[in-house]
């Protein structure tokens, strides 16, 4: 099946800072998302990105699907950024939806 | 708001008991799934229903079965709960045929003593 790594597995960053964290798959996908799972265990959809770029306020997503990986840039990091970063793809099977999850990036951005 | 409400926030029971995680959603979503999320392990699918009455097996089924009667409803069901089911039990929602939009309850962390 699909294999999808995320690095860094941890990251670590001051208020303000920008970072960039990366997402590889390892077959064409259909479907690509980002999640962010904050520190009381919410899960909340970021983007939907196939392909291409999208923009967010501080946040903004690149997926090149050619060469099988997605980035997430932060800009200008909150405190409220912190949490786990998810991205997640999907190959469509019909009627059965199933995403194929990363492990995901832990995010700790320090006042 | 539209929302994905799971009954517990904290759960916690005794091994061997039958538990029953509950997850109801208001958005008419036809597409449902729980999830257990570990540490260093990401969330992992256990079961997930596409309409009512339907179900599918996700990656992890073993130890748990799952009850769809109604559309809003997807119940969860660990049917002798052991110690290793202790976890962090996600449910989501999603609307047929649309590739985005999951929308995740809160999670109820099960500890199994």
């Known amino acids: 099946g699909i294999q999808v790594e995320q690095s860094p597995p941890d990251l670590i960053l001051q208020e303000g800072a920008n970072s960039t964290l990366r997402c590889n798959f390892s077959?064409?996908?259909?479907?690509l998302q980002w999640f962010h799972q904050n520190p009381w265990g919410q899960l909340i959809n970021l983007f939907y990105?196939?392909?291409?770029?999208k923009q967010n306020g501080r946040l903004s997503a690149t997926t090149v699907a050619t060469e099988r990986y997605s980035l997430l840039y932060i800009s200008s990091s909150q405190t409220t950024d912190s949490g786990v970063y998810f991205c997640?793809?999907?190959?469509?099977?019909?009627?059965?939806?199933?995403?194929?999850w990363g492990l995901g990036t832990s995010l700790a951005v320090n006042p | 708001d539209v929302k994905v409400t799971q009954s517990s926030r904290y759960l916690v029971k005794r091994t061997g008991e039958k538990v029953f995680l509950e997850c109801v959603q208001d958005?008419?979503?036809?597409?449902m799934f729980w999830y257990r999320q570990d540490p260093g392990l990401g969330l992992r699918l256990i079961y997930f229903?596409?309409?009512?009455?339907?179900?599918e097996k996700g990656d992890i089924p073993e130890g748990y079965s799952v009850s769809r009667e109604k559309k809003e409803r997807f119940s969860l069901i660990l049917e002798s709960a052991s110690t290793n089911q202790t976890s962090m039990y996600l449910c989501?929602?999603?609307?047929?045929?649309?590739?985005?939009?999951?929308?995740f309850g809160s999670g109820t962390r099960l500890t199994v003593v």
């Open positions: 958005m008419d979503h036809e597409n």
């Open positions: 989501a929602s999603s609307l047929r045929g649309v590739p985005y939009g999951y929308t």
């Open positions: 229903s596409y309409d009512v009455k339907m179900k």
């Open positions: 077959d064409s996908v259909n479907n």
């Open positions: 990105i196939p392909s291409g770029t």
């Open positions: 997640a793809v999907e190959r469509y099977a019909g009627n059965n939806r199933k995403l194929i």
